[in-house]
């Protein structure tokens, strides 16, 4: 099945303590995103890649870090320095022409904060 | 700035009934309009865009969405509403392609079908 992959589903994470959301998608996609839901407030932009190698941030990249090495992963690192990381984190892609084609999303990973 | 609003925060529809979800949008430029649904602790999936063309666009399990752009909104729509399309829904716009193809969402609209 093609799809985008969210690893782990559920994620604990303690005060000072980096942790990483890996996200993988088999749909041949340049484009990547991650996105952070937060209740009543949509989704909010961390960062994004057009091309494995680049990326920019997003509108709350603070806090946040990611590489893209490969094309198939954008895994984001929630750091320490991330003040209130506790959401539901989103990764999506898209095809070549990201103006007119939609975003996939995965099934989220949902980090709290200990 | 480019947003989008959706000014209700729940839509409380009975089974049968026809639904609206309301969603109004500011940009610069020709907008291209996405609604998306969320059930709990999901991802989001894709139901219809507008790019181009035609006004009423048709999507995915009956939902259609009517572009109308001196009022700048793009309303989702359905006919007859099913308990099942109890979940949440957002609509968004996305901004030109030199900003990698972001998207801009609304802040989610929760629906609710009663039997």
């Known amino acids: 099945d093609g799809g985008i992959t969210q690893s782990p589903k559920y994620l604990f994470r303690k005060e000072g303590q980096n942790v990483t959301l890996s996200c993988e998608q088999n749909?041949?996609?340049?484009?990547m995103y991650w996105y952070r839901q937060d209740p009543g407030q949509g989704l909010r932009l961390i960062y994004y890649s057009q091309i494995v190698n680049d990326f920019q941030k997003g509108d709350i990249a603070e806090g946040y870090s990611v590489s893209r090495e490969k094309k198939e992963s954008f895994p984001l690192t929630v750091t320490s320095a991330q003040k209130n990381p506790t959401a539901f984190y989103l990764c999506?892609?898209?095809?070549?022409?990201?103006?007119?084609?939609?975003?996939?999303f995965g099934p989220g990973t949902r980090l709290t904060v200990l | 700035a480019q947003s989008v609003a959706q000014p209700e925060d729940q839509v409380n529809v009975a089974e049968g009934n026809p639904l609206t979800v309301k969603c109004t949008y500011s940009v610069s430029g020709n907008p291209y309009l996405f609604w998306y649904v969320q059930y709990p602790n999901r991802g989001l999936q894709f139901l219809l865009k507008?790019?181009?063309?035609?006004?009423l666009v048709k999507g995915s399990y009956g939902f259609e969405a009517e572009f109308n752009k001196s009022q700048t909104s793009f309303h989702l729509k359905k006919p007859s509403a099913l308990v099942s399309d109890s979940a949440l829904y957002f609509c968004?716009?996305?901004?030109?392609?030199?900003?990698?193809?972001?998207?801009?969402f609304g802040q989610g609209t929760e629906l609710s079908v009663k039997p």
């Open positions: 749909l041949n996609h340049d484009a």
């Open positions: 968004a716009v996305r901004v030109s392609y030199n900003q990698g193809g972001k998207l801009i």
């Open positions: 507008y790019i181009t063309g035609d006004n």
């Open positions: 999506a892609s898209t095809g070549r022409d990201t103006s007119y084609n939609e975003q996939f």
